[in-house]
């Protein structure tokens, strides 16, 4: 089946321009968009959701706190952010995200991280 994306963002402009990024993806499915801690929780583990694109900085909570929440049983995680702080890179990958975009950087790269993600057999698939 498709690779389901949940977008986490706050921005509804950026959440727009990565919907038509993505959509120019072949074998994804955006599963939706959601812009705080708790739907982005309650969604990932509604859903089979495969990879989460999360934006550290929400309308109501965090991307850490989605993480927290998540804990191991969770999708494959790209962090993107206009927020890259060495910190923030470091306590992402402690909570073992796989990929830590910067928003404004890595915006043209997030297709090629997709492309990846969908080609391994299991990535973040919880079951």
């Keep these: 089946g498709a690779l389901r994306i949940l977008l ?35 969604m990932t583990r509604e859903r089979d959701i495969h990879v989460l694109i999360l934006d550290l900085q929400l309308k109501h909570g965090t991307g850490f706190g989605v993480l927290r929440s998540l804990g191991a049983q969770r999708p494959a995680i790209i962090v993107f952010t206009n927020y890259a702080l060495p910190e923030y890179r470091r306590r992402a ?35």
């Excluded at 968009?33 to 982005?40: F, I, K, L, R, Y």
């Design 93 to 127: 990958e402690q909570l073992g995200v796989e990929y830590f975009l910067n928003k404004s950087l890595d915006f043209e790269r997030l297709p090629e991280v997709i492309r990846t993600l969908a080609q391994l057999p299991h990535a973040g698939r919880n079951h």
């Design 8 to 42: 986490v963002e706050d921005s509804e402009l950026l959440a727009e321009r990565l919907r038509e990024l993505l959509g120019q993806i072949g074998g994804i499915e955006i599963a939706g968009t959601v812009v705080d801690e708790g739907s982005a929780v309650a």
